[in-house]
Nanobody, 124 residues
Framework: QVQLVESGGGSVQTGGSLKLSCSVSGDADNEYCLGWFRQAPGREREGVASLPSGGGDTYYRNLAKGRFTISQDAGKNTVTLQMSGLISEDTAMYYC??????????????????WGQGTQVTVS
């Protein structure tokens, strides 16, 4: 069982930046995909960015390209989402999640089986 704990959310003005962190612990498979998702009130959960635990390519939804950066520390215990140029549409609860093996079809939230509790991001 994988445990995920997000942190770093908060309130920020339009154009500001936030750095979200996801602490990964527990019995993670040797290879997994870690994704950041978000869900705004009344909207479906959507994938924002992902990366494979073993390194390699990172993946971004179009809305995140050029503004958000996903990265992993060397110990693979923390995955961060650095967000800049925030706009009101970025207001949402942000979640990290893992799924086994690759990041194929990473935008599909139903493929992910371990989730954190979420951290709120508010942009005004």
């Amino acid at each position: 069982q994988v445990q995920l704990v997000e942190s770093g959310g908060g309130s920020v003005q339009t154009g500001g930046s936030l750095k979200l962190s996801c602490s990964v612990s527990g019995d993670a498979d040797n290879e997994y995909c870690l994704g950041w998702f978000r869900q705004a009130p009344g909207r479906e959960r959507e994938g924002v960015a992902s990366l494979p635990s073993g390194g390699g390519d990172t993946y971004y939804r179009n809305l995140a390209k050029g503004r958000f950066t996903i990265s992993q520390d060397a110990g693979k215990n923390t995955v961060t989402l650095q967000m800049s140029g925030l706009i009101s549409e970025d207001t949402a609860m942000y979640y990290c999640a893992t799924k086994r093996l690759s990041c194929f079809n990473w935008k599909e939230s139903s493929d992910f089986d371990s989730w954190g509790q979420g951290t709120q991001v508010t942009v005004s």
